[in-house]
């Protein structure tokens, strides 16, 4: 084992770096209160149902049609899917931090842009680039880890969960917006099935942008547990709050949350081959 390794595990126990974690994202919350004060126009404006649309390989197979007039949450570069329906989008998410290496500013200008919807919501460290391009976005500060979360209530108008992927900000958007019954399609999650590069329902090629499989096969481990800890704790508050959650995505390894797989939301092989 490499000593960094060692000690992390020894010298900062999960709970002690979660709480320091926490400490130090507070003053984040005193800078961007107003900001964040503004997220409340938002809060339970919505109700019933809404799809949560990943952009995994799987949404290639859904049928559009049968979401017409729905209800949608959309993330990063959904647009490049050309979805050719009349989806009701209430929000787009665009979770990565600037400080990432996949976040850079064309990117998330060309997702801003080109995904439309009732309202954007970023994470805090891009919002000087939405005022740059004059986009009116919502932002939330992730802080707080699942050891100290809990079952705690989604309040997107101070410190929020943490999140791992945007896929988990899409669900805490949705049930701060009011859904009590929110549907994921395009969840495929099968990081550890496939270990050369993402794949995403609008190409089959690897993004310039990604960097997940750069380190090493520990780092995804540990990746992949954070997010479904992370998952765990969306799906203990969701329970809390009478909100139920269900993976409707063929295939997918997220087994967190009921699987609900309707024959209905996917084509059949005519409509398959007709699309192709």
């Known amino acids: 084992m490499k000593l960094k390794y060692f000690l992390k595990d020894m010298i900062l126990p999960p709970l002690v770096s979660d709480f320091l974690r926490l400490l130090r994202n507070v003053p984040l919350v005193l800078h961007y209160a107003g900001d964040l004060r503004n997220n409340k126009k938002f809060k339970d404006v919505k109700s019933g149902k809404v799809y949560i649309l990943g952009n995994g390989p ?31 989008v209430v929000a787009h998410c665009f979770g990565e931090p600037t400080s990432s290496p ?45 050891l100290l ?28 917006l009011g859904y009590d019954d929110i549907v994921l399609l395009g969840f495929d999650h099968d990081w550890l099935a496939n270990r050369d590069y993402l794949r995403h329902f609008y190409s089959d090629e690897k993004d310039l942008t990604e960097t997940l499989f750069q380190g090493s096969y520990l780092s995804i481990l540990e990746m992949v547990e954070r997010l479904w800890r992370l998952y765990i704790s969306i799906a203990a508050s969701a329970t809390k709050s009478g909100i139920k959650i269900t993976n409707c995505t063929r295939n997918s390894h997220l087994d967190v949350f009921p699987f609900v797989l309707s024959d209905d939301l996917y084509l059949d092989d005519k409509d398959r081959k007709s699309v192709k």
């Open 58 to 88: 799987s949404l290639k197979d859904v049928n559009f049609s049968a979401l017409s007039g729905s209800d949608v949450v959309t993330m990063n570069s959904f647009h490049r899917g050309e979805v050719n329906a009349n989806l009701n």
């Open 149 to 176: 979360w809990r079952s705690a209530k989604v309040d997107l108008s101070s410190l929020s969960l943490g999140y791992a992927s945007t896929a988990q900000l899409a669900i805490q958007v949705a049930m701060y």
């Open 102 to 146: 996949a976040w850079t500013f064309d990117d998330f200008k060309d997702c801003l842009i080109n995904n439309h919807a009732e309202s954007y919501w970023v994470h805090f460290s891009s919002i000087s680039s939405a005022k740059e391009l004059q986009i009116p976005v919502q932002i939330v500060v992730p802080g707080i880890e699942a």
